[in-house]
């Protein structure tokens, strides 16, 4: 089952994880709607032909959806009931931080078997250096801040850009650097309002007729990025402001060949861990090896912002 946001990726998991059933001569069920369908039965049994021609596509087949009820006990014991019905012994779950918290209570309560496969563009998971659809929305990203330099060059403009990351600001710092920005703004590090503008000033002097701020959404110098734009504006008279919200498509379009890889690779192993006896568990990937990491830990710990990267950053854009 897919659960929360959908992210690139997605589907190339859930093929990974039938196909990897069928080789192992398991029979494979999908859950559509997420914890939604599951307490609704809504499932399907899966084979190896029925995920065919759905690597290449972004979303999920499963579909997706946010579900209230699931969080109260009595909308879990629905659930279980209808797994029982349905000769379900086991599940893969893919999605994000709330979708693991619903297994990990699920399995804490019934003891039912859960394997956790991270699928969110913001990359904000502990326990893997990538989740699915993490590179996909990158390239997204940096494709079209190339497109909005191209405005800003011919009009000497200075544009804002918003990206996701509400908590983690890993999307902004690497598009940012992908993209040659001249600033990044971030969650992790509150730059300030006067550091913005004296860093703005210096790009100025230096010569520079345009430039591109990426912010990202959790970003604590303003309220939000519009109040940024209100504030440059109102300080520097030199520049002509504007601000692009990336906003959905972030999380949309076919996804890289990294990220299908990736999704081949934790399908398999979260699959073969079922087969294994292991549980309450969640794959992700460390120094390029598939790894398993304790569901609570994957939900409770932190991923860290690359500090190096922030220096590079830093860097490049003087």
């Known amino acids: 089952m897919t659960s929360g946001g959908d992210s690139p990726g997605m589907n190339a998991a859930i093929r990974s994880v039938v196909r990897t059933c069928a080789y192992h001569n ?24 029925s995920v065919k021609d759905i ?29 029982k ?17 619903g297994g990990l209570v699920f399995n804490q ?11 969110t563009i913001d990359n904000d998971i502990f326990g893997t250096t990538h989740t699915l659809g993490f590179d996909t929305a990158l390239n ?13 060059s011919s009009h000497n403009r200075l544009f804002f850009v918003e990206v996701m990351g509400r908590d983690v600001g890993h999307i902004a710092l690497n598009a940012g650097v992908g993209a040659g920005a001249e600033e990044i703004l971030i969650p992790e590090e509150n730059m300030g309002l006067e550091r913005l503008l004296e860093s703005l000033q210096r790009s100025k002097r230096s010569g520079k007729s345009s430039s591109i701020v990426v912010v990202a959404e ?6 939000n990025v519009f109040e940024l734009k209100d504030y440059v504006e109102a300080n520097l008279d030199e520049y002509d402001v504007r601000v692009s919200v990336l906003g959905h498509m972030q999380r949309g379009g076919s996804p890289s060949c990294f990220d299908r890889v990736l999704a081949s690779r934790m399908g398999v192993k979260a699959v073969e861990s079922l087969l294994e006896g292991k549980t309450n568990y969640m794959v992700g990937l460390i120094n390029d ?8 830990q994957a939900v409770k710990g932190k991923s860290q912002i690359d500090r190096e990267l922030l220096r590079v950053s830093e860097i490049m854009s003087t």
């Open 55 to 83: 690597i290449n596509k972004g979303g999920t087949v499963l579909k997706s959806a946010r579900s209230k009820e699931f969080r109260t006990s009595e909308g879990r014991a629905i659930a279980h009931q209808k797994l």
């Open 140 to 152: 997204t990203v940096v494709g079209c801040i190339d497109k909005i330099r191209d405005t800003a």
């Open 218 to 223: 959790g970003d604590k110098i303003g309220k």
């Open 26 to 49: 398991v029979e494979c069920v999908g859950i559509y709607r997420g914890y939604e369908g599951m307490m609704e039965g809504d499932f399907k049994s899966m084979d190896a032909r």
């Open 289 to 296: 090896k598939v790894t398993l990491t304790p569901l609570e």
């Open 85 to 101: 019905e349905a000769n379900i012994e086991a599940l893969v779950v893919i999605g994000g931080d709330g979708t693991f918290n």
């Open 109 to 119: 309560e019934y003891n039912f078997p859960v394997i956790g496969i991270p699928g």
